[in-house]
Structures are given as structure tokens and as C-alpha cells.
């Protein structure tokens, strides 16, 4: 008896998803196929548009039980160029009424044939046919020829194998609409920011107000409110918490003997009728180390010589609540040729102290908080899933929308930014091979906990430091994933036992310690799941480095580093080697020249900027769980993250400047810029 199925299938809804190519249907079922049918009218070129709905017939003989795949095919025409075709998703209804869901998802390109499997997530050990087995290895297969490790420098975490965009898969590619927006164009950047840089070449500064005329801080409050108070102490210690690189800062116990800071030194801003000592006994004294910078020698720039140190700066908590630096030491070996500075030295000599802290953590931020620790950190996460997990686990549903287009811009990144004549090696006293050598470091250094937010913030000891803003909202982030991810996780895990008997997973797991973090047993990372506990903490730390963490340190990185002279990508000048030698001329001498400051401005103003077709935490527009239950645990993270947002807002009421960069209607959902 002839039985008639309704197939209908949804186009992408941006520029160019659609196609004039032929397209054609064949429904798989467990117990036979259709015929392969067209969508569209045979006799023409017959236009899909984007964001359409064609919805077909399809007559077979007998009934094709269970709908398994949907097989997609595509033929050019003879005369007309190739024109993929984004296929957004799938709908079968069969003769029963029962309605089948085929989220897809994916470019068909070429003359190729793009199989999609029905809905619902399992794992490997429910796919409980012949055909369902031969296409999990197929599609595995396909995946690991596409999306190939490289290795970039060694010592580095691995990475996709791409010179640029085009050598990307075309489903890792921005769309586009985003191609468009994010395109890395520094002279269109200038030209956005009105400066010229043919006024800017082989220049100095010769006073601060140069900076000041050079660009309109205006339509930015919080660069504003920087340029207006970046000399002052309170603003200086403020930065550690919430500025562009809040995760350094962490409470001292001990005076390191490596930074001989004595009560004479400090007394007059700790106060009458208390010592040094009390107050690190009370939790007041706080330190940032940029020890990691020690002993790798600066980049040059257009052949000049730059500067590169290790500084130490020593905080202290007041009465008023307020972060306030204490005392700086330049280098890290103590000696007469390296003066600890404090604040009742001379205004310029503190000043340049400052500058020469703020300079160092501009570098670890660039490179160790944003580049490796979001974005190469996503890119290791996005191609192990995408070798390792094929599309109906439910783990790459729950996170294929916060590895959305990493690889697209981090190729982007490393051309522009970390290569051969980019970014760093035209403006950064970290570019050259300091870069590299900062990253091999930082690599080394990087723990599993310290990746974990409130592991993160209890070794750091940090939980009762006041006005921290990033931590405390950071936290409501991390909680709010962590619940959404045990959510799933109790949807389609019944026990520890079926995580441990879960070979996707584990295989997942084991690629991301070899390939990202290069075997380091040091390193803490999982290389198993014992626990279905387990398997939710490394969830969570992977959504939130691609989401939370990323923006902690990417959306404000215009707001605090266009003013250049508290965020110097580079220094011209050698630091201090005594005191009372420096005047305000010395530092603008040290400062980075007008070419490196319109390049790092333009550059850093690309970075900030957000796609109007950006998707924000928990919103996910392409809806790979087809079942009624993870559903209701999205809906659940949706307006838990409503919640946060809406305790972020009345907190910031009360605020000068607001902290709004893990406001989670403002956080994107991957490392997409």
C-alpha cells in the first residue's frame, strides 16, 4: 500500500544560505528508502531563499518504519557557478502523524550528499541499527579529515589546520553577515576612530594632552573616566579587580624575600597603631606578581630597542575599602639598581612605577588572560568535539553553541595579531619570539583548577576582597552554568556508570589533554570521567572560559587600554635604576611612539567591537535538543541568567562606573571575536 510522507526543509536565515542548485530528498528508514526526490520544480532553476520553507511529498510503496536519516543531495547546474546551500533543519511527518526532527545545521556544498540523523541524543551505544552504526563512523571519519590539528610553535596548545578562513570547513565559517562586521581591517578602524596615521609616523609624544586631543574618549564613559583618573592610586588598585584582567590579584600572607618591603617604608599609609605584619594577618595585603615576564628579553620595534620587566606591586585594603598600590619593585631581583618605589617618592618617579606595572599586565592580559586562556583554550575545546563527538551526542548539542565560529576567528587572530609582522611584532615589547616564549610559560603554568572559578578564587584567597566585582558576578555565572549543565547531564547520564562506560566522552577528554595541553600530567586535567560530578565541573569550566571568562577580558579591552598611557603595549626606555631621576618628559619618552599607539588603539577598538548578529549566553537559536526535558533545562538557564542580569543592574545603580562585562545580556555565548 502507498504511503505519503511531508518533508519540509528549513533554509538558513542569512545572506547567501540559499541556493539556484539542484536539491534533492531521500527519507532512510529501519526498514527501507525512498526514492531520492527534488525539492522544487524540475523544469527550471527554481530559487531557495534564505530563511524559506520548502515542504514536499514524497510517495513510497510500503512504510519505512522508524525515519532514521534524511539524506540530502546537491547538483550544480552545467552552466551556473556552485552555490551551497545552508540547511537549517529538517521535518518529517509520516503517514501516522508522528513528526520526525532532523536538525542539521550545516553547508551542503559542491556535488556532495550530507546525511542527518533524527533528533533525538543518544550515545553511541544506542545506535541500535546497522544504518544508524555505519553513520556514526562515517560521520566521525568525515569530521577528522576536515578539522585537523596543527601545531603552530611548539609548546603552545595545538590548533585547527588553516593558513586563513577559506582552509575552514565552510560550516566553522562566519556567516556572511559577521564576515562582514568582524572583518580585521586596521585602516578601516582608523578611519572609524577619524585618526591618520600618516600624521602618527616615527613620532613621540611630547605631553600627556597630545593623548587626550588624539582621540575622542567622549562617546566611551569608561575610557573617559579612565583618561581622567588613571594617575590616581584608588583607580590603579580598582583595575586589579575590575578592569580588563581582573584575575591576577591575590592575597599575601608573607612579604616574598624577594620584595623586601619593610614597615618604614609603608607605615604612613597603613596607619597609626598598626604594622605591616597585623595587616597581612588581617587578610589587607594584596600582591600581583608578573613573574612570568622574568628574563625574556624585548622586541625589538622597527629596529629600536624596547623594554620588557617583571615588576611587583604590593596592595593594601584601607579603612575606606579601597585597593591602593603600596609599593612597586620594577625587577624582581632586589638590589640598589632596583629601588622599591612607593607613593611618597616623587610624583613622576611613582607615576613611572605604575606605568611600568600597568605595561606588564597589558602584556599578560593580551596574551596569557585573553589569547590563551579564551581563545586557544575554545579552539582546543572546538576541534576535540568536533573529532570526537558527532552530532547526535548530547554533549555536542549542549556545546556546539559556545564553540560558534572560534576557529573562524582565531585564524583570523593568529594572521593578524601573533604572526610574522602582526599586531605584536609591530607594537608589543612581547612580540618577536617573547610572545611565544610568554606562551609556553603560561602553558606550563595553566592548572585544571585554575580554570575552575571557585577553585580559581579560593587558592587565590580572594573571597572576601571588597568591591570585587568581577568575582562576585563571575560566580553567579559559573553557578548558573554549572546547574544548567547538571541539568542535562541528569537527563542523559542515569549514573556514574553510564559516564565511565561513555567511550565518546572519554575519547573527547583524552584528545584534549594530548592536543591542547600537550600531555602535561601536571597540568590536573582529566584524561577520564569517573563521576557524573566529574563530567559537570569540566562541562561547566569549558562553557564558562568560552563565555564568562572571554568576556571578562575581551569586551572592555577599548574602555581600558585606548588610553595608552594606562595600558602601554610597549616601553622605549629602560626602567629606573634609582630614584629622584625621572621627569614627566622621561615619561613620555618611555611611553610607545604615535605609530605603535594608533596601531594598539585600532586594533584593540576591532577586538571590542560586538556583531549585531551576536547570540548572548543561554540563547540558542540553532535548537539541537529536539526532546521535551533538556528543553525545560534551557528554559530554566534562561531565566536564572535573567535573574543575574537583573541583580547586576541594581547593583551597578549605585556604582560610578559600572561593571557590566559579565552582564549576562551583554556576554556572548562563544569566542567569536
Not at 519540509?8 to 530528498?25: E, H
Not at 534564505?50 to 536519516?69: A, M
Not at 569608561?222 to 581582573?246: I, R
Not at 594530548?514 to 570521567?529: D, I, Q
Request: contains cysteine.
Amino acid at each position: 500500500m502507498s504511503v505519503q510522507y511531508e518533508v519540509s526543509l528549513v533554509t538558513g536565515d542569512f545572506p547567501k544560505a540559499g541556493t539556484i542548485d539542484r536539491i534533492f530528498v531521500t527519507l532512510v528508514g529501519s526498514r527501507g528508502n525512498s526514492e531520492k526526490v527534488r525539492v522544487g520544480l524540475a523544469w527550471m532553476v527554481d530559487k531557495i531563499r534564505k530563511g524559506s520553507v520548502r515542504t514536499i511529498k514524497i510517495q513510497c510503496g510500503n512504510d519505512l518504519g522508524e525515519i532514521l536519516l534524511v539524506r540530502l543531495y546537491k547538483d550544480k547546474h552545467t552552466l551556473l557557478p556552485e552555490d551551497s546551500w545552508h540547511c537549517q533543519y529538517v521535518t518529517v511527518k509520516a503517514p501516522n502523524q508522528k513528526v520526525y526532527n532532523f536538525p542539521c545545521y550545516s553547508w551542503l556544498e559542491d556535488e556532495n550528499t550530507l546525511d542527518i540523523i533524527e533528533g533525538t541524543a543518544r550515545r553511541k551505544a544506542e545506535y541500535r541499527s546497522t544504518v544508524l552504526e555505519q553513520h556514526w563512523v562515517d560521520e566521525l571519519q568525515r569530521r577528522q579529515k576536515a578539522y585537523q590539528w596543527s601545531t603552530y610553535a611548539p609548546g603552545i596548545p595545538r590548533c585547527i589546520k588553516a593558513e586563513s578562513s577559506d582552509d575552514l570547513p565552510k560550516d566553522a565559517q562566519f556567516t556572511l553577515d559577521r564576515k562582514v562586521h568582524i572583518a580585521f581591517n586596521i585602516d578601516s578602524a582608523l578611519l572609524d576612530l577619524g585618526l591618520n596615521p600618516l600624521k602618527l609616523l616615527n613620532s613621540v609624544w611630547n605631553n600627556v594632552g597630545e593623548f587626550r586631543r588624539y582621540l575622542d574618549f567622549t562617546k566611551v564613559p569608561v575610557a573617559a573616566h579612565v583618561m581622567k583618573h588613571w594617575k590616581e592610586d584608588t583607580f590603579f588598585g580598582y583595575q586589579y579587580l575590575n578592569g580588563s584582567n581582573p584575575q591576577l590579584i591575590r592575597r599575601c600572607r608573607t612579604i616574598p624575600a624577594k620584595f623586601p618591603v619593610t614597615d618604614e617604608m609603608v607605615s604612613t599609609l597603613l596607619g597609626p597603631n598598626t604594622t605591616l605584619q597585623q595587616e597581612l594577618q588581617k587578610g589587607k595585603i594584596f600582591l600581583v606578581d608578573y613573574e612570568l615576564l622574568d628574563g625574556i628579553p624585548a622586541h625589538s620595534i622597527s629596529g629600536d630597542q624596547q623594554y620588557l620587566e617583571a615588576p611587583m606591586c604590593l596592595l593594601y585594603v584601607n579603612p575606606q575599602d579601597e585597593l591602593i598600590p603600596i609599593a612597586i619593585q620594577i625587577k624582581q631581583k632586589p638590589g640598589p639598581q632596583n629601588p622599591i618605589f612607593l607613593p611618597s617618592d616623587s610624583k613622576y618617579d611613582w607615576r613611572l612605577a605604575k606605568i611600568w606595572a600597568r605595561h606588564a599586565d597589558t602584556q599578560i592580559h593580551q596574551l596569557v588572560s585573553h589569547l590563551l586562556k579564551t581563545h586557544l583554550f575554545a579552539e582546543i575545546f572546538c576541534v576535540a568535539t568536533l573529532r570526537m563527538l558527532p552530532n547526535a551526542h548530547p554533549i555536542f548539542k549542549l556545546l556546539m553553541p559556545h564553540l560558534k565560529y572560534t576557529l573562524d576567528i582565531n585564524t583570523a587572530a593568529r594572521k593578524l595579531l601573533i604572526s610574522d609582522g602582526g599586531v605584536f611584532d609591530q607594537a608589543f615589547s612581547t612580540g618577536g619570539s617573547a610572545k611565544l616564549q610568554i606562551l609556553q610559560r603560561a602553558l606550563e603554568q595553566t592548572t585544571y583548577s585554575s580554570l575552575c572559578l571557585p577553585e580559581d578564587l579560593a587558592s587565590r584567597n580572594v573571597e572576601h576582597l571588597p568591591r570585587y566585582y568581577y568575582r562576585d558576578d563571575a560566580l553567579k555565572i559559573w553557578s548558573a552554568i554549572n546547574r544548567f549543565v547538571d541539568s542535562i547531564v541528569n537527563v542523559y547520564y542515569q549514573d556514574d556508570g553510564s559516564v565511565q562506560e561513555d567511550s565518546e566522552i572519554q575519547a573527547w577528554a583524552m584528545e584534549i589533554f594530548t592536543e591542547g595541553f600537550l600531555a602535561r600530567e601536571s597540568s590536573g586535567f582529566p584524561t577520564v570521567f569517573h563521576t557524573k560530578a566529574d563530567l559537570t565541573k569540566y562541562l561547566t569550566m569549558v562553557i564558562f572560559t568560552c563565555s564568562g571568562r572571554h568576556a571578562a577580558v575581551n569586551t572592555g579591552q577599548y574602555d581600558w587600554g585606548s588610553w595608552i598611557p594606562n595600558s602601554p603595549s610597549t616601553m622605549q626606555k629602560p626602567p629606573p635604576s634609582e630614584k629622584e631621576k625621572v621627569g614627566k618628559l622621561d615619561i613620555m619618552r618611555t611611553l610607545p611612539g604615535k605609530k605603535e599607539t594608533a596601531l594598539v588603539v585600532a586594533t584593540v577598538y576591532l577586538l571590542s567591537k560586538t556583531s549585531p548578529t551576536s547570540t548572548k549566553l543561554g540563547m540558542y537559536v540553532e535548537e539541537r535538543f529536539t526532546e521535551a526535558a533538556p528543553k525545560a533545562c534551557i528554559e530554566k538557564f534562561q531565566q536564572d541568567l535573567l535573574q543575574i542580569t537583573h541583580e547586576i543592574k541594581k547593583r551597578n545603580q549605585a556604582l560610578d562606573l559600572k561593571y557590566e562585562y559579565l552582564q549576562p545580556d551583554l556576554i556572548e555565548n562563544s569566542v567569536a571575536i
